[in-house]
């Protein structure tokens, strides 16, 4: 069963300039407490970052995800997440893009990601 | 809905050297061409090494992830994938482990991944 | 040799919100081409992101750096490298800060870097 | 002035299947306490682990770093420090390697690194 449909994931923007994914709120947790589980936000983390860089190149089924870096910066409220990823590098076949996740409504951030996708039917 | 029941985890290894975490194999495609997704991979890891970390400290309820790194290195096979977890460092409030990714029965890996985990409690 | 005197770092910022370190263009390449070297980048990187804790926390000398992550995006221009660092995380024993490398006088990164510093003292 | 001359590092193996770098003791403190600092040990295994890659495809002028993520483990010993790198996977555009570093004679080990390195010659 693939994780996005279970996740409920929804695009709230899709331009080059920013791509902004939410992960609706939901019981999701792995983590006492009652939060947002880490691999959840890590794969809205990606599809976020993938969704910013197609967004620049189009339909690429080819694209692939070479690196991802996460950093954990603080525990989610009880609310959506909001991953709005920007590209920071297009290059001919790697494409390098930053997202910065938030819990609806918040200024500070609960995580951080930057990642490498390959871009092989470009080369 | 949590992620790890839905990803059907088991533990192959437990113990202080090492931990063994199985993904089996099943319809987890987030990409073209039916392979494990990284999403799921990325699950795997961040659980063996998680619990990598626990069977050296012993339950640490407060143990959250800090930082994760991956690195995508081929395609899985069409075969569950393991991910063999080692503590690089312990110390008093914080762990660093790293894990391979292989597909069952395969010596090249699949994905690295790398990650620091915060124990609060031994502060 | 301290690394430092010899790239001639200088501070061009530092206050509360964020910190800019300079890496002044001098004949410091490794790769072919001229251009400013990997390791000079990092190191001015780790500067700028430490300075960038600094500034928050006060002088904290057991500060140290815990991960990093660097992520190349251009080569840089025969100029000054100018990198500005924020702090997306101070909590209580780990900040978390990412650092933008620009070419003086450009709009595109060169590169990108997040890290976690321990603050041991403040434990 | 370049870097790598500065910091004396010497090749202790070069083949196919690892490469081990070293960083001789010397006064390259950055941070208090007059241990190795952590530009010195990233200056060290971005050397190792280019080397690791050009030890699998021969002299490749343009095999650039893509990403490197660096974690810092221990305090390194008042000795020489050991980089030993490995290439995890060899693509035909894209090579990932991982290093460990040592101090001299010591089993564990003092940071660990792994990184991406474009071969833009072979596309």
Do not use: N
Request: with cysteine; glycine share 8%.
């Amino acid at each position: 069963m693939p994780l996005v449909p279970i996740l409920g994931l929804a695009v709230d923007r899709f331009d080059a300039e920013a791509v902004v994914v939410r992960l609706p709120w939901q019981d999701v947790a792995l983590r006492p407490g009652g939060s947002v589980s880490g691999p959840a936000m890590m794969t809205l983390s990606d599809i976020a970052l993938w969704g910013a860089i197609l967004a620049r190149v189009g339909r690429e089924p080819l694209c692939v995800t070479t690196d991802l870096t996460f950093h954990f910066l603080a525990k989610p409220r009880h609310a959506d997440v909001l991953a709005e990823a920007r590209v920071i590098r297009l290059g001919r076949t790697l494409a390098i893009a930053e997202a910065t996740l938030r819990s609806d409504g918040q200024v500070e951030p609960v995580a951080h990601a930057v990642g490498t996708y390959a871009l092989p039917g470009r080369s």
